[in-house]
């Protein structure tokens, strides 16, 4: 297989698995906006909230891997200090800067003042942005500081590891009364916080070692990668997962021992679909360009259909009208409605990237200045 066969391919690995994250999670937090709580009972549902964790889990860690591979292809413009790199570290900063944006406290800045502190629990609390634009940028150190892609891949193994298996202590720990709310904030769900680095940020740092794994041996033999390098370590982890009783105790349970078991489960599941996906891909040629524009605009398409079901403080959103209250027909077309102009979205987005990138930057300060405009 020529060289340029296999770049085919280890694209459309990354693409098919990362666009079908995407999209899972825009249907999942579409049904679970508007889906009514009398139709939330039975069997299928633990099936179904299981799917929706899953989804985050799988979402993250392919932000990992394609970091990982983004690096790997440019490894000497991210071990000293470039241009690219701060084009790198002012993206993961955006991110940043985009997650608080959602959960701005009050409409104008002239209210912060008069802000309540559950406001501001609200607007500090960490989700899935912040989460990947801190740990990016915590990663892109690790680049720097390890100048060895060898010792990299170790070590986000490790640090892995270590914040799954610290999460049940850091959660127990009340932060808040030796930290400030923002710092507490990134150490455990007792703020509000529903992606604190413990243990979420593991599923990145798993994802950057993969990536590792991929560049070094996967991309020479695809089939082969998805058996031993996702497939068989994914059937594993699940193994061990359910030995350790890797499913969350009963509601009103205050025990976080199984937090280890259930990010070792969602591990598992997740390598095995990757490795389902990677055998896939390998029999295909070529992908349509819209399975690549959906995954490499998750961010844009991330941040909008936020703003449409939940609403922000520029909009009201779908859940301020039908929150809750859909039947599951009902529920099905809204997540038909959603999900369709998010990959059109995406496609003529990555498409104005890409053919006329003055436009798309134009485009893009204009958008950064009419949103925070509004809140003056």
Known sequence: MNDR??????????????????????????????????????????????????????????????????????????VRPSMA?????????????????????????????????QQWRAFLSVDVLQLIGVTFVAVQLLVLITQSSRVFMALAFILAAFLIGAAPAM?????????????????????????????WAGFVLIGAGAGQIYARWGAANLSAFATW???????????????????????????FSWVPGQILLRTGVCLIILGLVAHASDRIDQLPHVFGAVAQESLVVYFVHLCIVYGSIWNAGL???????LGPGATALAV???????????????????????????VTV???????????
Do not use: C
Request: zero cysteines; hydrophobic letters at 50%; proline letters at 6%.
């Open 229 to 255: 390098g996702m497939l068989l370590p994914g059937v594993v982890l699940t193994l061990v997962a359910y030995n350790m009783g890797g499913m969350p105790p009963p509601s009103g349970v205050d025990d």
């Open 171 to 199: 959660w127990r720990t009340d932060w808040t009364g030796t930290l400030p709310l923002a710092l507490a904030s990134y150490l455990s769900p007792g703020t509000g916080s529903q992606f604190p680095l413990f243990p």
């Open 5 to 78: 066969v296999r770049s085919a391919r280890r694209v459309i690995f990354i693409d098919l698995a990362r666009a079908l994250a995407v999209l899972l999670m825009v249907a999942g937090h579409t049904s679970s906006a508007l889906l009514a709580s009398s139709y939330r009972t039975g069997e299928w549902v633990h099936a179904w909230e299981f799917q929706r964790g899953l989804t985050s889990a799988l979402f993250l860690l392919l932000s990992g891997f394609a970091f990982s591979i983004a690096t790997t292809r440019h490894w000497t413009s991210h």
């Open 366 to 376: 204009a958008m950064g200045v009419g949103l925070a405009g509004w809140l003056i």
């Open 85 to 117: 790199l701060v084009k790198r570290l002012r993206r993961f900063g955006l991110f940043i800067l985009l997650g608080y944006a959602l959960h701005f406290p009050v409409p104008r800045f002239s209210m912060l003042a008069d802000a309540t502190e």
């Open 319 to 325: 859940y301020r009208f039908y929150g809750e209250a």
């Open 336 to 362: 038909v409605a959603v999900v369709l102009p998010m990959i059109a979205l995406a496609w003529q987005w990555n498409g104005l990237k890409h053919q006329r990138p003055r436009v798309a930057r134009l």
